[in-house]
């Protein structure tokens, strides 16, 4: 089965054909992807209305530019996955408009996928990858959450963020510091030429039992720290290596409690924050020490993109799951309340 996937959430446009004949890695025939970077950075975050408009503008080429690298037409797939939710209405309305007007018109079916859910199967298009059950920590700019995975559709959330997410949090950070947007790969990168321990600060819900997130107070501590300083390119590198420790440290002390938990030593992390070197190493040390590991998809695949979608939505379409023929996306929406595949 031939997947087009649509991915088109928030600020980028990502489109891709997965081929289950082939499966794997080499499942993914071709991807395309155009980031709104450029189009929002005069404004220091995302413009609702201008990220719609942009997707409007760009979908469709990237569509017939991604089919062309996959040496495939349109009357050669067989069916079409795009992200329902969560994300912004109006951009999901664009990928949600194109994608049933092309299932409909090809006479194929189509299927919504759940943004998070693509995210959390991403690392499963690498070799070797893992199968259930096992603990996702998907952390992005939107989202983090810690989920117990079963089986594919089965998800059972064990801990979230109570504020800003981990991805939020970098950006916010960092704009606060006066670096440029996008915040958090500006603040990863300054954190390399940081001194480790001059600035240390706290490990948030670290000091009690559960599995919940908060990372609001921790910019709060950033903050009054860059206010403190003075504000000289080094300090701004100290402080940017000890917000990205605090960060790692509690990410990977959630994911070790998460994994006694559900009583597994295999741990997928995805989503945009997925991609820090730091926390990759961190993950991966820690699950090496148990006897388990750490799986995570290659880079290009930690950020919003089309692969995601069209792995997602092959796996849900070769289940025989499909989606009606109106044009309908959920902003808001529980990935535990998904039918399992």
């Not at 790969?185 to 300054?190: G, I, K, Q, S, V």
Request: net charge negative.
């Amino acid at each position: 089965m031939r997947v087009l996937g649509i991915e088109s959430s928030c600020d980028e446009t990502g489109v891709a054909v997965y081929d289950t004949a082939i499966g794997g890695a080499a499942g993914l025939r071709a991807q395309g992807l155009y980031s709104q970077v450029a189009l929002h950075a005069e404004y220091g975050g995302v413009v609702p209305e201008l990220a719609s408009r942009d997707h409007v503008r760009k979908l469709l080429p990237l569509v017939r530019q991604t089919l062309a690298e996959a040496g495939l037409s349109v009357s050669d797939l067989d069916g079409v996955a795009y992200t329902a939710g969560p994300g912004l209405v109006g951009a999901l309305l664009v990928g949600a408009g194109v994608a049933r007007s092309l299932a409909w018109a090809l006479d194929v079916p189509a299927v919504g996928v759940h943004h998070m859910e693509g995210h959390l199967l991403a690392p499963l298009m690498e070799d070797n990858a893992p199968a259930p059950p096992f603990v996702a920590l998907l952390v992005s700019g939107g989202h983090t959450q810690l989920v117990a995975v079963e089986a594919i559709g089965r998800y059972r959330v064990l801990g979230e963020t109570l504020d800003d997410a981990a991805g939020e949090a970098f950006d916010k950070t960092a704009k606060l510091m006066g670096l440029p947007y996008p915040g958090g790969p500006e603040l990863a990168r300054l954190a390399e030429s940081g001194i480790p321990g001059r600035h240390r600060f706290a490990r948030p819900m670290t000091d009690r039992p559960g599995l919940d997130f908060s990372f609001s107070g921790l910019k709060t501590q950033v903050l009054l720290a860059w206010r403190d300083s003075d504000q000289s390119p080094q300090a701004r590198a100290d402080i940017a290596r000890g917000f990205e420790d605090a960060v790692v440290d509690t990410l990977a002390i959630k994911c070790e409690r998460a994994l006694d938990a559900a009583g597994s030593d295999t741990l997928v992390v995805a989503g945009g924050v997925g991609a820090n070197v730091r926390l990759r190493a961190r993950l991966q040390a820690m699950c090496a020490g148990r006897g388990g590991r750490a799986c995570f998809p290659r880079p290009a695949l930690c950020t919003d993109n089309g692969a995601m979608i069209a792995f997602a939505g092959a796996l849900r379409l070769q289940a025989g799951q499909r989606a009606d023929a109106a044009v309908a996306v959920v902003p808001r929406w529980d990935m535990a309340t998904l039918p399992a595949v």
